[in-house]
């Protein structure tokens, strides 16, 4: 256990719908990313929050966004649903700059 | 653009045998290595870093590390069933995020 959850664990959307996903990190750690794994491929970088600011992004398009709060939680929020956002998202949570990043469970996104 | 190279797989190997998985990396400025395995269907689990050029043992896992040649690579010795998964290489450089490889399926037959 990484002390990292992740919720929900399942979920399916309609192409054009849009979608929330939510992380709560151990605690104190203050650094949260996010990532999209898609079937056969390893993790992608979508993008990270420090003390509650983005601080780094990777090659996704503005629909999809993030939030961080004070209690360690977080959001991945994705509008305009696309069928190739069907995907493994994972968050991953450090304590600021150390390196060893630990993993929630996942949520699976189907998108039909 | 930074890459991380595996070799898919599937690897077989018997049980009790040494699973040797490889990983290449183009950014040489990249400062730590990571290996994870993941079950089908479950997020990826840290099973051991590596900074330094060299070998790094814990218990049956060995990293090696060969920065020169932008090489580093996961022993497995004394291969179980259990140990079935598909492992992922990353690396990252400092507060930079992790670049993963696709993987490698490692099936160990008993």
């Known amino acids: 256990e990484t002390g990292v959850t992740q919720s929900p664990t399942h979920l399916i959307k309609t192409r054009g719908q849009q979608v929330t996903l939510r992380c709560s990190s151990q605690?104190?750690?203050?650094?949260v990313s996010w990532y999209q794994q898609a079937l056969g491929q390893g993790p992608q970088f979508i993008f990270q929050?420090?003390?509650?600011?983005?601080?780094g992004r990777g090659n996704f398009p503005p629909r999809f966004s993030g939030l961080q709060f004070p209690n360690y939680s977080s959001e991945l929020n994705v509008n305009a649903l696309e069928l190739d956002d069907s995907a493994l998202y994972l968050c991953?949570?450090?304590?600021?700059?150390?390196?060893?990043?630990?993993f929630g469970p996942g949520t699976r996104l189907l998108v039909l | 653009q930074k890459e991380v190279e595996q070799n898919s797989g599937p690897l077989s190997v018997p049980e009790g045998a040494i699973a040797s998985l490889n990983c290449t990396y183009s950014?040489?400025?990249?400062?730590?290595f990571f290996w994870y395995r993941q079950y089908s269907g479950k997020s990826p689990e840290l099973i051991m870093f590596?900074?330094?050029?060299g070998d790094k043992e814990d218990g049956r896992f060995t990293a090696q590390l060969n920065k020169a040649s932008q090489y580093v690579s996961l022993l497995i010795r004394d291969s179980q069933p259990s140990d079935s998964a598909t492992y992922l290489c990353?690396?990252?450089?400092?507060?930079?995020?992790?670049?993963f490889g696709k993987g490698t399926r490692l099936s160990v037959i008993a």
């Open positions: 590596i900074y330094s050029n």
């Open positions: 605690s104190g750690h203050n650094t």
């Open positions: 929050y420090y003390r509650e600011e983005e601080n």
């Open positions: 990353a690396v990252n450089t400092g507060n930079t995020p992790l670049v």
């Open positions: 950014d040489r400025g990249s400062q730590s």
């Open positions: 991953a949570s450090r304590l600021g700059t150390e390196e060893t990043q630990y």
